[in-house]
């Protein structure tokens, strides 16, 4: 390139030298004449002239440019800084926040806002900041003024429905949430956070149009959906029930144990219905099928007043007929035994009590065990020994969260502790039981992993 332009430079030296050259061996003269004025001058004179007017016009220019332009250019340079410094301070407070210093935060938040004239990145700044400093209403401003951002909006109402849950203002959440699943259905932590409202609301029906919608969209997977599904179609069961509509009550009911026939709830109102119905034998085969898949001292209950027995001898065969189709669970056991005391047949109930009980008997077969040794008049001290072993038994299966592990005197589809539907299962502290059907296992975890 330089070679180039140096050869360049060569040729029009030459040329000009030739030129200059070529007009020295060509003298002539140039006259003009104006108003009485006379000018004689050679023609390389004024070929001079010329091209130094010419120089001076472009210098002119370049001047006059110059002098215009600089402040412009100043101002740009300033912007500049300007720019530079609200970036900074943007990257200063970003890194307070995740720092944990909210006053911090909030300084560096104001300092960014004034920088920059870009809400957008300083309004997420300032609302995470006024939260993390206790500013409630501050955050509120900002999370409320990127609503008007459509690049911004969806993040604004995550952050507001936050604000409402923790000032315990449900329909306000509820508003957000609508309008954020409006924006973005797909969105997993929209679609739960929607459906979770609804539920605690008792809107069933909006939930379960929430719920098919994350089907749809993958965000809950079929397995999930399913059992949710069936205890909402419980919920509108018993919801219909209380309206006087008995049919449709039963119709839900029996759209909710075709779906879900392993959840206890399910089968129990099911089964339930049927014997309000006058329908006792269809009854006792939904509570057969239900058992077989998780048994339920509920379950056993409801069998025997299908059954219409009185007689404690023959409910104990009614019994038995309900156990076979699951006889190794610990509640076989013990409605078998609960069956043969109330039939004063001790050493029966004593016999299923042992089995139930195995090596290390939990609590609700010490208690059965101190209430068959009193009822059949053994020693005092029996009695006690067993109370005082129940004190020290590991826990009994109980209705507890799989969300919060919260327990429950008896099932509710919304946990009273933590809020979540449908995380309420019948099992010992710390397992997910033993007999539950894998794809219950499955649905436990999920339930579990989804709350973290
Ligand atoms: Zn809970």
């Not at 911004?152 to 959440?173: H, M, N, S, V």
């Not at 099992?427 to 339930?447: D, I, K, M, Q, S």
Request: overall charge neutral.
């Amino acid at each position: 390139m330089t070679t180039l332009r140096v050869l360049i430079w060569f040729a029009v030296a030459a040329v000009t030298m030739l030129g200059a050259v070529w007009l020295a061996e060509r003298p002539g003269t140039v006259t003009a004449e104006w108003h009485g004025w006379r000018l004689d001058s050679s023609v390389g004179v004024l070929l001079v002239a010329l091209i130094v007017l010419i120089g001076l016009c472009i210098g002119g220019w370049l001047l006059y440019r110059w002098i215009v332009g600089a402040p412009f250019a100043l101002l740009e340079g300033w912007g500049e800084s300007r720019k530079k410094r609200g970036y900074r301070a943007l990257t200063q407070g970003l890194a307070a926040v995740a720092a944990g210093d909210g006053a911090e935060a909030q300084k560096y938040a104001k300092k960014a806002e004034q920088l920059l004239a870009e809400p957008p990145i300083t309004l997420l700044l300032s609302a995470q900041a006024a939260q993390l400093a206790g500013d409630r209403d501050g955050a509120n401003r900002a999370f409320t003024a990127m609503l008007e951002d459509e690049h911004t909006a969806f993040l604004g109402l995550r952050g507001l429905i936050g604000q409402a849950l923790r000032e315990g203002d449900q329909a306000k959440a509820l508003a957000y949430a609508e309008r954020a699943f409006r924006l973005k259905p797909q969105t997993p932590w929209v679609v739960h956070s929607l459906f979770d409202m609804q539920a605690q609301t008792g809107q069933w029906k909006a939930a379960q149009e929430t719920l098919e919608t994350g089907q749809r969209r993958k965000v809950v997977t079929a397995d999930k959906g399913r059992t949710l599904k069936a205890l909402l179609l419980v919920e509108r069961s018993r919801a219909a029930e209380r309206d006087g509509n008995a049919a449709d009550a039963l119709t839900l009911a029996r759209e909710a144990f075709a779906l879900a026939p392993e959840r206890i709830a399910v089968t129990q109102h099911f089964a339930g219905l049927q014997i309000k119905a006058g329908d006792g034998k269809r009854a006792q085969k939904t509570l057969e099928r239900g058992w077989a898949l998780a048994p339920h001292p509920d379950l056993a209950m409801l069998y025997l007043e299908a059954s219409g027995e009185n007689d404690p001898l023959k409910r104990i065969g009614v019994i038995r007929r309900l156990v076979a189709h699951n006889e190794n669970d610990i509640e076989s056991q013990l409605a078998l035994a609960q069956a043969s005391l109330e039939a004063n047949l001790w050493g029966e109930a004593r016999r299923h009590l042992e089995i139930a009980g195995g090596t290390s008997p939990p609590v609700r077969v010490c208690r059965l065990m101190a209430e068959v040794e009193e009822r059949s008049g053994a020693e005092q001290a029996k009695v006690h020994d067993w109370l005082a072993r129940a004190a020290d038994a590991p826990a009994d299966r109980a209705w507890r969260c799989g969300a919060c592990a919260a327990q429950h005197e008896t099932w509710r589809s919304v946990c009273e502790s933590c809020g979540a539907f449908g995380t309420l299962q019948w099992r010992a502290p710390g397992t997910f039981g033993h007999v539950l059907p894998p794809e219950t296992r499955a649905e436990l975890e999920f339930a579990g992993n989804d709350k973290k």
